[in-house]
């Protein structure tokens, strides 16, 4: 998966723990995202980042935050999780330029109960 | 707001055959469209991109199609295999903000022999 790493791959949790997803990038792109994807709705931008603590938000930001303190790690934060939290969470890379070709980790499959 | 419909939502065909598969968006201004497979449990891989001016692109067996004009896209399967049984996922990336594409929700195709 073009030198991208997602862990854990699997996580169970309880309603109101925070939980940190972490995306680990071996390629050197400047641009790092992460996703959820849920059946009926695809895949839906939460956040991403064009560089060294520069982040910004996607249309699904709420109840997340990311930071990324090297270019090859990028960390997505669920501060208080909720059900409706449950999803596939996959991140991407992308090296500059406006024809984005994303490169996708595997994904992390996060269940809230 | 910028949207991504494909169609069908699923489809099943059987080995060997042809199947295309449909994209229409809303997202303006243009900047390209990609075509991305997911198999099940795996990150999504891009398959082709086709900018403002291109109408026609073939990466093997898969060939896309664009319609700039009637904001249109096709995927078309030639001598279809087992191995193409995934989830086809058509993203349209904006002109103005490379970091927001809009993904839509996916065929799901299976190849059955």
């Known amino acids: 998966d073009a030198g991208i790493t997602q862990s854990p791959r699997h996580k169970v949790t309880e309603t109101g723990t925070p939980v940190t997803l972490r995306c680990h990038q071996t390629e050197n792109h400047r641009y790092m995202y992460w996703y959820r994807q849920d059946p009926g709705h695809g895949l839906r931008l939460i956040h991403y980042s064009y560089g060294v603590k520069d982040t910004d938000k996607g249309e699904v930001s709420d109840g997340y935050s990311v930071s990324r303190s090297k270019t090859e790690d990028f960390l997505l934060t669920l501060e208080s999780a909720t059900s409706s939290q449950t999803s596939v969470y996959f991140c991407a890379i992308s090296d500059e330029g406006r024809w984005e070709k994303l490169f996708f980790g595997s994904g992390t499959q996060l269940s809230v109960l | 707001k910028n949207q991504v419909e494909q169609s069908p939502q699923s489809l099943i065909i059987l080995e060997g055959k042809n199947c295309t598969l449909q994209c229409n968006y809303t997202v303006s201004p243009f900047s390209n469209l990609r075509w991305y497979k997911q198999d099940t449990g795996r990150g999504p891989v891009s398959l082709t991109i086709?900018?403002?001016?291109?109408n026609t692109k073939s990466n093997g067996r898969y060939t896309a199609t664009l319609d700039a004009d009637t904001k249109q896209s096709s995927l078309h399967i030639t001598a279809s295999q087992l191995s193409d049984s995934a989830s086809y996922i058509c993203?349209?990336?904006?002109?103005?903000?490379?970091?927001?594409?809009?993904f839509g929700d996916g065929t799901t195709l299976t190849v059955k022999p």
């Open positions: 086709m900018t403002f001016s291109e």
């Open positions: 993203v349209v990336t904006p002109a103005t903000n490379a970091g927001k594409s809009t």
